[in-house]
């Protein structure tokens, strides 16, 4: 061979080396980590078998169990102040995905025409993982609930823009049958599972790092459950406040799905690098005796459910695992959905600054600390914004505010003000409007403040919002 095909020869091996070394260099699966959300619906703060709160017994399900989420707590930190953006599914998933207040955003309810919300923002999780390392494969499985494709958003792989009839098969078609409740793939549990595992399995050959979310269609009513674990709970003795056989059945189904995904996620030898977090996009459903068949629980020690601002429709839980976590442990420190875009693109080797189109803001500081600590965002207090009169639960329009430990709640028909110190009675039960005039001022003026500078939606009588264009919305100025 001759000395130039040698030196041509060594040449290439160089380039090839080069470039190995450089894609390696971008996207080594042993340092960049990976994220896994899991979402479910409607699941109440103490729907579950992890305690949230240390120190309160009842901040637990009293019948239900969830075995695999205990596991991955124990391994983790709860958040026992964690809130939805909303006490409704589609602003609590908007949120998640931009970062921004369901306020913000202006979309504040289900049903809403969306189509003023520019979908071409580079501020969503996908997109700002990919700017990060463009190794990055994105995807979701199960409810999506908003109003553009995946794909709009940044995601590589998903299921579509599914709503909740996608939770069941044949929805039209096998309506009666549904209604039976049983069904060995339950709310798509187990089909939407395996879909987010063969996802995994895939990073795991590629070693490509990953962000995949989950979003459960369960325990989202009407209730479905499998067979054998509606006999497991027929023979149970009933809780004190939890007592509903087959909602306590989904409960567990769910957390077998959630199991099966942790079980596979180990088994790849992914779980060191990966932070996994399960969450609820609202709380769950409060006791409303004129309709039973929304009766599948109670939210106790919580005050009222989903649809409101009280603390039982947008206080979840929260669980997050993963690279340093101190394990078993729980942070009191408030956080919102809206936290977890700054807060996963912080973990993966970026922090955003601070500015005014994004309200969340990082809690990777109270990962490493061990539980202490405080989330710094542009905005003052996590906001809350129900600017409708919902015929199903308080059936007035409000918006609440949380700083540090008290809430505000602002009814919009009369003015009427509710203050509340969390700390001490999250029950919700003692107005304190009389005996702390400069916390009530402090936290109206702030409320009142971001709603202006958002342009929030504003309410009026009668008004619904459903498929309302965004320039006919009367708003705050």
Same mark, same amino acid.
């Given at each position: ?109 289900? @049903? ?54 996608? @939770? ?144 039982? @429709? ?164």
């Amino acid at each position: 061979m001759k000395t130039g095909s040698y030196f041509f020869i060594l040449i290439s091996l160089i380039i090839v080396l080069f470039l190995g070394c450089k894609t390696a260099s971008i996207a080594p699966n042993e340092t960049t980590p990976n994220f896994i959300v899991i979402l479910s619906d409607d699941q109440g703060w103490n729907g579950t078998s992890v305690q949230m709160m240390d120190d309160l017994p009842t901040s637990k399900s009293d019948y239900h169990e969830t075995p695999h989420l205990e596991a991955l707590a124990n391994r983790g930190m709860r958040f026992s102040s964690a809130y939805a953006s909303a006490p409704v599914c589609s602003p609590s998933r908007y949120s998640i995905q931009l970062g921004k207040t369901p306020a913000r955003l202006k979309m504040i309810r289900v @049903g809403m025409n969306t189509k003023h919300i520019n979908h071409q923002t580079p501020y969503t999780i996908p997109k700002l993982l990919k700017k990060i390392n463009p190794n990055y494969k994105t995807a979701h499985f199960g409810k999506w609930g908003i109003g553009v494709h995946p794909s709009e958003l940044g995601y590589d792989e998903s299921d579509g823009m599914t709503g909740n009839k996608d @939770g069941v098969f044949n929805y039209k078609a096998n309506r009666k049958q549904w209604q039976n409740n049983v069904d060995e793939d339950p709310k798509k549990i187990f089909s939407t599972t395996a879909r987010a595992i063969n996802f995994l399995e895939r990073q795991a050959m590629s070693k490509q790092p990953f962000f995949l979310q989950v979003s459960h269609y369960a325990v989202h009513s009407d209730v479905m459950m499998r067979q054998k674990t509606l006999d497991k709970y027929q023979s149970k003795p009933r809780g004190r406040y939890q007592k509903h056989a087959g909602f306590a059945a989904m409960t567990e189904d769910l957390d077998s799905g959630v199991g099966l995904l942790l079980k596979r996620l180990k088994a790849l030898g992914l779980e060191k690098n990966t932070y996994v977090i399960y969450t609820s996009d609202n709380g769950a459903v409060p006791i409303m005796p004129p309709k039973p068949k929304y009766n599948r629980g109670s939210n106790f020690p919580l005050s009222r459910g989903k649809w409101d601002a009280m603390e039982g @429709g947008i206080r979840v839980p929260f669980v997050i695992a993963g690279p340093q976590i101190t394990p078993g442990s729980e942070s009191k420190t408030p956080i919102t959905h809206s936290d977890l875009l700054p807060t996963i693109i912080d973990l993966a080797g970026q922090k955003l600054s601070l500015q005014d189109d994004i309200d969340g803001g990082s809690f990777k500081s109270i990962l490493n600390q061990g539980a202490n600590g405080n989330v710094s965002r542009f905005s003052e207090g996590l906001i809350f914004h129900v600017p409708y009169e919902n015929g199903i639960a308080l059936k007035r329009a409000h918006s609440a505010i949380i700083m540090d430990h008290f809430k505000l709640i602002k009814f919009h028909d009369n003015n009427e003000l509710l203050l509340f110190d969390l700390n001490n009675d999250f029950e919700e039960q003692y107005n304190l409007i009389m005996s702390h005039p400069n916390e009530l001022k402090q936290l109206k003026t702030a409320l009142d403040s971001y709603l202006h500078k958002v342009k929030a939606p504003k309410w009026k009588p009668g008004i619904t919002w459903k498929n309302k264009p965004i320039e006919k919305i009367n708003s705050y100025h």
